[in-house]
């Protein structure tokens, strides 16, 4: 499974002083992926020079289930990293894996920035570790 979100046209957004989350939700139980699939999610990202008041950059997957829930993210940046991170300026964004759990009927994948400045996105998609 490679559901690619965005293609390979990079997705634009500019922020002031905001935030935003994109998310991706895949149903697609039997289809796409299995119980006990172990899956990442990733998404490649560039910004420019005008990224300021960075407070949150992360990249999380969670599959919902009826009966637990599995999360997993991965926090690009902390507080005391923010302002080394931001200098490097693009690159591919990945979580840990993660086995999906029984039950599972959506697996979710979401990007989420908080600052100022440009920042582009794509090939955003949940991969099925091989």
């Known amino acids: 499974m490679s559901?690619?979100?965005?293609?390979t046209d990079w997705q634009q957004l500019e922020f002031t002083d905001a935030q935003a989350t994109l998310a991706y939700l895949n149903s697609n139980n039997g289809t796409d992926w299995n119980i006990?699939?172990?899956v990442y999610a990733e998404i490649e990202f560039e910004m420019d020079d005008d990224i300021s008041d960075e407070q949150q950059f992360t990249l999380s997957l969670q599959a919902d289930s009826t009966s637990d829930s599995g999360s997993i993210s991965?926090?690009?940046?902390?507080?005391t990293y923010k302002s080394n991170f931001f200098s490097i300026g693009s690159g591919v964004f990945r979580t840990p894996n993660l086995s999906i759990p029984a039950d599972t009927y959506r697996l979710q994948h979401r990007t989420k920035f908080e600052g100022s400045g440009t920042i582009r996105f794509r090939s955003a998609a949940?991969?099925?570790?091989e």
């Open 3 to 7: 559901d690619d979100v965005f293609g």
């Open 36 to 38: 006990g699939d172990v």
């Open 74 to 79: 991965d926090n690009l940046i902390e507080s």
């Open 126 to 129: 949940i991969k099925i570790v």
